[in-house]
């Protein structure tokens, strides 16, 4: 009779450190991130949002800038292009005018897309960790469209969100 009472209060309190632990992580997160190599303990996090940077380069200038949360990046990023199209169709013949389906840039160019993630956390007031960056040459040969930068702008945009939900995401 002892040996069971003994087992079954070892059970108890195996249970009960167990669901401590996962009573205390509860109230007190242990959400961690790395920056710069190094690794910072969030505790709760309060608010948190991703910001995209889109960044167009040719000719050693920057041709197009779009910066904007995540969410809204493709949609900044299309009306910015729609903005050079109809610029460029000012001094076009009514029958030469571009779309945003047949307009390019008649340079090489380097497509840079980053995000930053900024967390107001328990420990820290406000800390932002880059999450993602990627960089996409062309040539003037290529002729990439403005409609086939807004796709890659799309795909980054859910890659990235992606990642996000799945490693970063420290609320939902």
Do not use: C, W
């Amino acid at each position: 009779m002892k040996k069971r009472t003994v087992i079954a209060i070892g059970i108890v309190i195996l249970l009960g450190v167990a669901g401590g632990r996962d009573l205390y992580t509860t109230f007190y997160p242990q959400h961690m991130i790395n920056v710069d190599g190094k690794t910072l303990h969030l505790g709760r996090v309060y608010s948190q949002h991703l910001l995209s940077t889109v960044v167009i380069t040719g000719d050693g200038e920057t041709l197009l800038t779009v910066t904007a949360p995540i969410t809204a990046v493709v949609k900044q990023t299309t009306a910015k292009l729609k903005n050079e199209v109809n610029k460029g169709n000012r001094d076009l013949a009514v029958g030469e005018k571009m779309q945003l389906a047949t307009a390019y840039f008649n340079t090489d160019i380097s497509i840079h897309l980053s995000t930053m993630v900024t967390y107001n956390a328990q420990h820290y007031a406000s800390i932002s960790m880059p999450l993602e960056a990627v960089t996409v040459n062309y040539t003037v040969n290529d002729e990439l469209q403005f409609n086939d930068i807004i796709e890659l702008v799309q795909r980054y945009q859910n890659k990235t969100q992606q990642i996000f939900n799945n490693d970063y995401d420290f609320i939902n």
